[in-house]
């Protein structure tokens, strides 16, 4: 996918900005916003559709019995594939 490296670096970005508690949170849709401004309506939907899969797949790993691992390529490529 051209231009995936730009929204993985993004991901990484918006990380930083979760909501801290017992668990990792989900990335906020405000900082999304914010990082996206100036983009089309349809931009942003595409760019925030990905952002939330892969937070989907870092939530599942991050919240599975409280020990972090780490998020992979091959994690990324399984978030995507089939689809």
């Not at 900005?17 to 916003?33: L, P």
């Not at 599975?64 to 594939?81: I, V």
């Amino acid at each position: 996918m051209d231009g995936a490296q730009s929204w993985y670096a993004a991901f990484w970005d918006l990380h930083t900005d979760r909501q801290a508690g017992m668990q990792a949170g989900r990335i906020s849709y405000m900082s999304a916003r914010i990082h996206c401004q100036g983009w089309t309506e349809d931009e942003f939907h595409s760019f925030w559709r990905v952002i939330r899969a892969m937070d989907d797949v870092y939530l599942e790993h991050a919240n599975n019995g409280g020990e972090p691992k780490a998020f992979t390529r091959e994690s990324f490529r399984g978030t995507f594939s089939g689809r």
